[in-house]
């Protein structure tokens, strides 16, 4: 590893403190001006609400293992008074429960410096550490973005190699048609029409409704649990893939076109070189630079992008539905948390993406960069 390169991985390294630091700051700010925080939406509860918290049972747990209850009956009465209102004292006890007795300045500088250690706070809603939580959902998230990852690449790069060598034919033009309408259908409304034909809706009940395993899946011997895994994958996966296809096929077949027009396949033909030989050993070559070094920030998206909507419709508890409630029930540690960690990866995925770029085509160099 030459000194260049070490500078360069040196410098962007550096430069990925502010730009943390700016997404982070903005969102927190934002935060503070969003109505029905976690303080709101307890004293709303104990002034008469005890139906939810944040959309939940009250009956959960709250950071320091203090209940809604317990706060509401810490005057010493067993029965709850909603309708006298909520004291000075027991409002900055709340506060104090959910940290917002100190100055968002100081909340936000602890956050940072608990980052720093990768200490991602803990959920009001949950009452774990942000990290365990996310943790637990990981498997789901990887399951939907490694498959889904490696189906768009393993259909599209192929297809879209097959319709450059057919451009313009019947081939390539239906095709192009049916990529462009799986483009053109959100994942979501694919997702409940799947589920109204073969979910159990109207139609037939060829896969499940919900979730990646059947119940007694423990059970079951290995054979059986990868078949019944890849059977809830189905529907899920379908909708995650089919507006992918396009974009990548077509980003295929448009640079293979566009390298066969260059000087140096004219030169290759010209020496009397097999068509294909050209086509496999020089055209793809170059064609496939930008389809590889896109490969980190695919695979990163791949697992958390678009799969939200997916998750929700086939009740699959993974990070996407996770950063989604989080935002709803106002559950700031895991939205700062999952917001931090995310971007973090995003950034790590950029630089491979640039590193990788050199390594793949020797004509760019870090120089100058």
Avoid at 94 to 111: C, N, S, T, V, W
Wanted: hydrophobic share 50%; glycine share 10%.
């Amino acid at each position: 590893m030459n000194l260049v390169l070490l500078v360069y991985i040196f410098k962007r390294l550096i430069l990925m403190i502010p730009t943390l630091l700016g997404i982070l700051a903005i969102t927190f700010i934002i935060i503070q001006f969003v109505p029905g925080g976690p303080v709101e939406q307890m004293v709303r509860m104990l002034e008469g609400d005890h139906s939810s918290f944040g959309g939940v049972n009250t009956g959960v747990a709250t950071p320091g293992s203090t209940t809604g209850t317990e706060i509401g009956q810490s005057s010493g009465s067993n029965v709850y008074r909603g309708a006298s209102g909520l004291d000075e004292d027991r409002l900055e006890e709340i506060k104090k429960l959910y940290g917002f007795d100190k100055p968002a300045h100081e909340r936000f500088i602890e956050m940072i410096f608990g980052f720093l250690k990768f200490d991602l706070g803990e959920s009001f809603f949950y009452n774990k550490d942000v990290w365990e939580l996310m943790k637990e959902k990981l498997p789901v998230s990887i399951s939907l973005g490694l498959w889904s990852f490696f189906i768009t690449y393993l259909v599209s790069l192929p297809l879209g190699i097959a319709k450059a060598v057919r451009h313009g034919s019947s081939f390539d033009v239906l095709t192009s048609l049916a990529v462009i309408i799986g483009y053109a259908i959100p994942g979501f409304v694919l997702g409940v029409i799947l589920l109204v034909f073969f979910g159990g809706g109207s139609f037939l009940q060829l896969f499940p409704l919900r979730g990646l395993t059947s119940e007694g899946w423990e059970e079951m011997s290995l054979l059986y649990k990868v078949l019944d895994y890849f059977w809830h994958l189905v529907l899920p996966l379908t909708c995650l893939v089919i507006g992918s296809f396009a974009t990548l096929t077509m980003l295929t077949k448009n640079t293979i076109l566009e390298e066969v027009n260059k000087q140096y396949v004219k030169t290759a033909r010209s020496k009397g070189l097999n068509e294909k030989l050209v086509l496999y050993k020089h055209v793809l070559r170059n064609a496939l630079i930008p389809i590889i070094t896109g490969f980190p920030a695919a695979f990163v998206g791949a697992f958390f992008t678009g799969a939200l909507l997916v998750e929700t419709l086939f009740s699959l508890d993974g990070l996407g539905l996770l950063s989604y409630e989080s935002v709803i029930k106002r559950d700031y540690p895991v939205v700062m948390g999952t917001l931090f960690f995310f971007s973090l990866i995003a950034l790590i995925a950029k630089l491979i993406n640039d590193l990788l770029y050199v390594f793949v085509d020797p004509r760019v160099k870090f120089e100058g960069s």
